[in-house]
């Protein structure tokens, strides 16, 4: 008798001549396949493909001989903010050739996590921040509460039973420290998923609370959470942008602009104040030369915001040739992991690749591509740092996009470039949004589909085409991608809710509620 099986099944629809075929596979008038010889000529012999199995037989086997069951004494989340999976695999080209590999695609585990809000199929970074950072899924908008809270809700958030602690408090609890980075504003819905509890994502300042209809001097709005109540004011290191929704209107900056506030307060002063009280190593800084004067090393605060809103887009530090002065989310996550590692205990790090998501929300693929890539180099840089025998890292997204790869271009082909001709002889995108303002570069009322030309999508500015005209290009429902390393790596293999994420990683760490 056999002692086990492989069955494969396969699924066969007939095709009814020749023409469905084409139909189903039709064939690029553009481009002639001379033109465009195979990529790397290994790939011709069947046996590249097998020593490339081979090898990753032999990974697999090493991993599961050796599955990591050390405790964690640091975990780092890394979240590519809107990084949907075709955004990973459009990087890869990005980088070289398709079969190249984002570095934390090497990442010996690898699931996927579904995303949907309470109340929505398709989520935003508010409530999947809830999930990914405490647990519980709430309804779109709010941040750090359950799904009792209706956004824009006043009071919603002040009831403690319906607040939802994140894993960075259980690591404050458990002695560890915490911090975050992000290219964002440090009050944007993601970051702000780490300290605070609102029922609008939109409140970071104290305008937007009473704009809402609220009063905010009951409803505090997120940089006052961060600057005042426990969790934030514990963190040992907070970077990113955001400087205007912590000075007043009648007040400008380090750059000459304005804040949002209205209610007076100065919070980095506060934040500063505080530090000083209790008489703790505190440094505030706004530029990169300003990070680099900073003994990392003896310093047990550290806040940085480098820009009035947003840090730029990492291709466009290059382009305007700010490096000297915007520092980069790897620099970023270097000097948090400095500060933090001088903690025995260890500690908890959340970084952000935000600008990956604002820049499909306008249609810039190459934006979010280049911003993907520098993402990826802040995960190396981590894995760099420390050591897979005590620090988890894991790496991914909060929702997806709607950008897609399509058309059936060479392999020599710019991911950015035209893919082929469609069937109104005019030439198409190989990345495209199913919605958003790209909708305006590829029609018109007069001629329909515009004729696009390969000079035009080599601009970073250009907004790649989309199927249906929106201000803002829309989040994708997909499930997205976990990629982890280091102790208890192996638990985030599968397919589970985001929500399961925070405690997986507790566990591994052995604090908060699933120790």
Not at 276 to 289: E, H, I, L, P
Not at 341 to 351: A, D, T, W
């Amino acid at each position: 008798m056999a002692k086990g099986f492989i069955l494969l099944l396969f699924v066969a629809v007939s095709l009814s001549g020749s023409a469905s075929g084409q139909r189903d596979h039709p064939r690029g008038r553009s481009f002639d396949a001379e033109s465009h010889p195979i990529k790397q000529a290994e790939e011709q012999q069947t046996q590249y493909w097998v020593e490339k199995a081979q090898a990753k037989l032999l990974s697999k086997l090493a991993e599961a001989q050796s599955l990591s069951t050390n405790k964690a004494k640091n975990v780092i989340l890394f979240l590519g903010d809107g990084m949907s999976v075709h955004t990973v695999t459009a990087t890869r080209n990005l980088l070289g050739d398709s079969a190249e590999q984002v570095f934390f695609e090497g990442f010996p585990y690898t699931g996927l996590s579904k995303t949907y809000c309470v109340n929505r199929q398709v989520a935003d970074s508010a409530c999947t921040a809830t999930a990914y950072l405490g647990g519980v899924k709430g309804n779109y908008g709010t941040i750090g509460v359950n799904a009792n809270v209706s956004r824009y809700s006043c009071d919603g958030a002040a009831r403690e039973e319906d607040q939802v602690l994140s894993i960075a408090q259980w690591a404050q609890a458990a002695g560890k420290d915490a911090g975050l980075v992000t290219t964002a504003r440090v009050t944007h819905a993601s970051p702000a998923g780490v300290y605070a509890h609102i029922a609008d994502r939109n409140w970071e300042n104290d305008w937007e609370v009473a704009n809402g209809n609220c009063d905010p001097e009951q409803t505090i709005d997120i940089a006052r959470q961060l600057v005042e109540q426990p969790v934030g004011q514990q963190l040992k290191v907070i970077l990113g942008g955001g400087r205007k929704n912590f000075i007043n209107t009648t007040v400008n900056d380090e750059e000459g602009y304005p804040g949002k506030r209205v209610d007076g307060r100065h919070l980095i002063n506060s934040w500063l104040d505080q530090k000083r009280q209790a008489n703790v190593s505190a440094n505030y800084v706004w530029s990169r030369k300003g990070l680099s004067l900073v003994d990392l090393d003896n310093t047990d605060y550290l806040l940085g915001l480098f820009a009035n809103d947003h840090l730029p887009y990492n291709g466009d530090r290059q382009r305007k040739r700010s490096q000297l002065a915007d520092p980069s989310l790897s620099e970023l996550t270097e000097a948090a992991i400095k500060v933090l590692s001088r903690n025995q205990e260890g500690f908890f790090l959340f970084v952000e690749g935000a600008r990956i998501d604002m820049a499909h929300h306008d249609t810039y693929a190459r934006r979010s591509l280049e911003d993907t890539v520098e993402f990826a180099a802040a995960v190396q840089k981590a894995r760099e740092l420390t050591s897979e025998e005590d620090t988890l890292i894991v790496v991914t997204a909060d929702h997806a996009h709607v950008m897609s790869i399509n058309g059936y271009p060479f392999r020599d082909q710019e991911i950015f470039g035209l893919a082929q001709l469609a069937d109104d002889n005019l030439p198409y995108t190989t990345l495209s949004y199913a919605n958003g303002p790209g909708y305006y570069s590829a029609y018109n009322r007069a001629e329909g589909r515009a004729l696009l030309k390969e000079k035009a999508v080599t601009d970073s500015d250009y907004q790649y085409p989309a199927l249906a005209p929106l201000d803002s290009e829309t989040h994708g429902g997909d499930d997205v991608a976990v990629y982890a390393s280091g102790p208890y790596a192996q638990y985030f293999s599968g397919n589970y809710e985001q929500s399961n994420i925070p405690a997986l990683m507790a566990r591994a760490a052995g604090i908060g509620p699933y120790a």
